[in-house]
């Protein structure tokens, strides 16, 4: 019992990393059918931003910012710009091959310009492991969990309660009428690019104390980050909120309770299994057939 | 081939009470009829009057809210377009819709080939699934044989249009929906249209429906008219009827 | 076909024959990989560019027919044989998992085939007991045809060559069937297509499947020619490339797929020079060819070529006259 709750405890603190992955992998989707491929990749980056900063002498939370803002210029604005906006009048194909491609860029370019080993990472909050009814429960887990809430939860208050917000999601359900309305679609789908270079930063900086920093690390991210959204419901931050946890969670309870083998396995037997039983996902509302 | 006689058969298109709500706009309110082999129908009506959206569910695209409708006794509900389309149904679209990279005759073989064989077949079978004869007779039909190895997109936009028609019918439909196939079409290629049009009915018995905006073309194509003003019918008959109609008069005149 | 497009694939397959005579083993070697790829990159191609849905398990498909060739090779039944089990199996894996992917909206397909690469790679280096695991299996035996050995890199080269003809030939086939015929009017107008009867679901269910299918023939001829395999050689990375093979050369031109693979096989020779920096390089330059080419290099060269053919622009002005 008490080595469940710890498991549980475990995955789920992983698992709310996964979300703020997900979750800005679905923004981006409704914002601008960019489904991306490097989203892994987006998580893994910003760790090595702070990283650099640490190297010039900066303190961590100065390092932090420094991350933050280097993320916001180059997975929000460059991206947009450079990649996404030429692209949408082709259609969505070809900005899959790019994401594709970018994400291989992007991971290339760290192990050749800061190296393909691991980089340990500064832990943010203490390791102290407490014991909870017998199960030891480490505070870091706690926190991540918490900051993963907080900012997914300030994220839905933002979308909903405020005008910015509201206009946001107009873009996003319906960009012709939005901008009859008056809204500027263009300025709301930068908005939601930075925000899912926000939450990516916000991911990375909790994820690499963990995991340490690796140029390797988007490629499993990326495809939790992608299984959880599809898992949750392709068009809901609160699916994948849930498809992140939920994955979090069965990855911690098949690595002891399966095999450590075929622990990554998991994930795929899920979305396999969701695509064929529930496809518009577990929280997801049917959208219209194309295929 | 045989002159056929309309009003002698069951009803090859039933619709039954349809009406359709868009949330608290009633589109469609309440509309029945009946349309006998043979004949050309017209569907015409001022500007939202409901008959788009008429037109769509009997298509199957849109399920109205209360009603149905039944081609040759089998309902539309829900039924994708490419079962439609195998159930003896063809079509025109309000926009053109050639496949303007193809060739008249691809073009026109395209329309046929899903309705004959089966996807091994297809795949497997002779390149042009033994339908360049038929095709080409459409073709020829349509007055299209110097484009025949033209690239649709390079016709003029009144031959496009022929060239969607001759689609419509390559698969020998019992009934066929034309959405507005005036639309757009210089008055010379429209007596083109029309005469072929009737000159295919004659031959065939081949069923028309007709949504159309322009009322000369309309008058002089169809056998019987059916008039919608805000989602009703306000009026149904002959061309002759319906010119004399005060009703109609009042409906197109804003009274 | 006009007579000089005859001629042209006339000179192409001379220039085939005769490209190994006098080469290095590793030149002929380079060569036959290319010839394998290509047809693996086809395969794709057909998913990719004529029934636009992304697969990233094409790979995954070489890694079936790979390991199914080793594995029966290695008991002594014959190259042929195994190739038709090799085909078949990825055929039907194909089935399987378009089937539920293509009945939901999005690049589903992407999303599943990926999972299905990584599984795969999974069940490859964790069933030792069957694939040799991480070690993989080795001496495969190169086929021998009525007495005659590939065992030589040149004889192997011209056997590939021969399956890749066949391979063409088939390709070519299936693009000017009706069902090809299909895909073109898919691609140009799908809901007009959809309304004179086709099945958009099942036409592109089937893409994948012969697509996966061309797939498995290319493992099943990488099995013999490395004569070594390990799950490594079947990962994602190696499913991306061949996507990149696809993309690079032009998606949806039947030679775009050959232009490809000898782009990204020959590449790396290329920039040798740049070191570590060969896949930054490459990644870049694919992002810089979808931005401003999406169909590729013989789209760019279309492109191009149009722009010096003026008399296009006036025809259509012309057009436009008649229709006011």
Redesign the interface.
């Given at each position: 019992m008490a080595e469940l709750l710890q498991i549980i405890i475990s995955g789920l603190a992983a698992g709310s990393i996964y979300a703020l992955a997900a979750v800005g992998f679905t923004l981006l989707?409704q914002a601008s059918q960019t489904?991306n491929f490097a989203q892994g990749e987006f998580v893994m980056l910003p760790a090595f931003f702070v990283l650099v900063g640490l190297g010039f002498g900066l303190p961590l939370w100065a390092a932090i910012l420094l991350g933050l803002g280097a993320s916001l210029l180059i997975l929000g604005v460059a991206f947009k710009k450079?990649?996404v906006e030429?692209?949408l009048p082709?259609?969505?194909?070809?900005?899959?091959?790019?994401t594709?491609?970018?994400g291989?860029?992007m991971k290339?370019?760290v192990?050749?310009l800061y190296g393909a080993t691991a980089q340990p990472f500064p832990a943010i909050f203490p390791q102290t492991v407490y014991n909870v009814f017998g199960a030891s429960v480490s505070v870091q887990d706690i926190c991540n969990l918490v900051v993963s809430m907080l900012a997914i939860g300030g994220l839905q208050l933002f979308l909903s309660r405020t005008r910015t917000g509201r206009c946001m999601q107009a873009s996003a359900q319906n960009p012709a009428v939005a901008e009859i309305l008056g809204v500027d679609v263009k300025r709301m789908v930068m908005y939601t690019f930075l925000i899912n270079a926000a939450l990516a930063t916000i991911a990375s900086v909790l994820i690499s104390p963990i995991y340490l920093a690796k140029f390797s690390n988007g490629?499993t991210l990326g495809?939790v980050a992608?299984?959880a959204a599809?898992v949750g419901g392709?068009n809901q931050i609160r699916g994948a909120l849930v498809g992140g946890l939920l994955i979090g969670v069965i990855d911690n309870l098949s690595a002891v309770y399966i095999s450590a083998?075929?622990r990554?396995?998991m994930?795929?037997?899920l979305?396999?299994a969701i695509?064929?039983l529930r496809?518009?996902g577990l929280l997801g509302t049917k959208?219209?057939?194309?295929? | 081939m045989n002159a056929h006689t309309p009003s002698d058969r069951a009803p090859i298109l039933a619709v039954h009470n349809i009406s359709k709500q868009f949330g608290g706009i009633r589109a469609v309110n309440n509309v029945s009829f009946e349309v006998r082999k043979g004949e050309i129908l017209g569907l015409i009506g001022p500007n939202g009057s409901g008959k788009s959206t008429l037109f769509n569910c009997i298509l199957g695209q849109l399920k109205p809210t209360t009603g149905h409708c039944e081609i040759n006794g089998k309902s539309t509900d829900g039924v994708r377009p490419a079962d439609l389309s195998l159930m003896g149904v063809g079509r025109t679209f309000q926009q053109l819709s050639v496949f303007p990279k193809m060739t008249v005759l691809d073009n026109v073989i395209l329309a046929g080939q899903e309705h004959e064989g089966t996807m091994l077949s297809r795949l497997f079978g002779k390149p042009d699934a033994g339908l360049t004869g038929k095709a080409e007779q459409l073709i020829e039909f349509f007055r299209l044989t110097p484009y025949r190895d033209t690239e649709a997109g390079s016709l003029s936009y009144g031959q496009q249009k022929l060239v969607d028609a001759a689609m419509a019918f390559m698969a020998g439909p019992g009934i066929v929906l034309l959405d507005e196939p005036a639309g757009g079409v210089n008055l010379t290629m429209l007596a083109n249209l029309k005469e072929r049009l009737q000159t295919y009915n004659r031959e065939h018995g081949t069923t028309f429906v007709v949504i159309e905006h322009n009322m000369e073309f309309v008058m002089s194509l169809c056998t019987r008219i059916i008039v919608l003003a805000q989602g009703e019918i306000i009026a149904e008959g002959s061309p002759e009827e319906i010119r004399s109609n005060q009703m109609v008069i009042d409906a197109y005149l804003g009274g | 076909m006009k007579p000089l497009t005859l001629i042209l694939l006339g000179l192409a397959l001379v220039a085939l024959i005769l490209a190994p005579i006098g080469q290095g083993n590793y030149i002929v070697y380079t060569l036959s990989s290319w010839l394998l790829f290509s047809i693996s990159a086809m395969g794709l191609n057909l998913t990719l560019g004529y029934a636009g849905q992304v697969s990233l398990a094409q790979a995954g498909f070489m890694g079936i027919g790979a390991y199914i060739t080793a594995l029966m090779t290695l008991a002594g039944i014959h190259w042929v044989v195994a190739a038709g089990v090799s085909i078949s199996s990825c055929f039907a894996v194909g089935l399987l998992l378009g089937w539920p992917a293509l009945r939901v909206q999005h690049h589903f397909l992407a999303f599943v085939t990926l999972a299905f690469n990584t599984l795969l790679f999974l069940v490859l280096r964790n069933e030792e007991e069957v694939t040799g695991g991480s070690f993989g299996l080795v001496g495969m035996p190169r086929p021998d045809f009525f007495g005659l050995s590939t065992m030589s890199n040149l004889n192997f080269y011209y056997f590939s060559l021969v399956c890749f003809l066949i391979a063409v030939a088939v390709m070519w086939g299936i693009l000017r069937s009706p069902w090809g015929r299909a895909f073109k009017a898919l691609r140009e107008n799908p809901i007009r297509a959809e309304s004179l009867g086709l099945k958009i679901r099942r036409q592109t269910l089937l893409a994948f499947a012969i697509g996966s299918a061309f797939g498995g023939l290319a493992g099943a001829m990488q099995a013999p020619l490395v004569q070594f395999i390990e799950p490594g050689s079947f990962g994602l990375i190696h499913s991306l490339k061949i996507l990149l093979m696809v993309v690079v050369g032009g998606s949806g031109f039947f030679f775009g797929p050959m232009l490809g693979a000898a782009v990204v096989i020959l590449l790396p020779e290329l920039l040798r020079f740049t070191e570590g920096y060969y896949l930054m390089i490459y990644a870049a330059l694919v992002i810089v060819l979808m931005v401003f080419s999406p169909n590729g290099l013989i789209g760019a060269g279309q492109k191009i070529w149009l722009k010096f053919k003026p008399k296009h622009e006036a025809r259509r002005d012309m057009q436009k006259g008649f229709q006011l």
């Open positions: 989707w489904i450079l990649i030429p692209m082709h259609g969505t194909l070809p900005l899959v091959i790019a594709i491609a970018l291989l860029l290339e370019s192990k050749e490629e495809l992608f299984i599809i392709f083998e075929y990554s396995a994930p795929m037997i979305l396999i695509i064929l496809p518009q959208e219209g057939r194309t295929v | - | -």
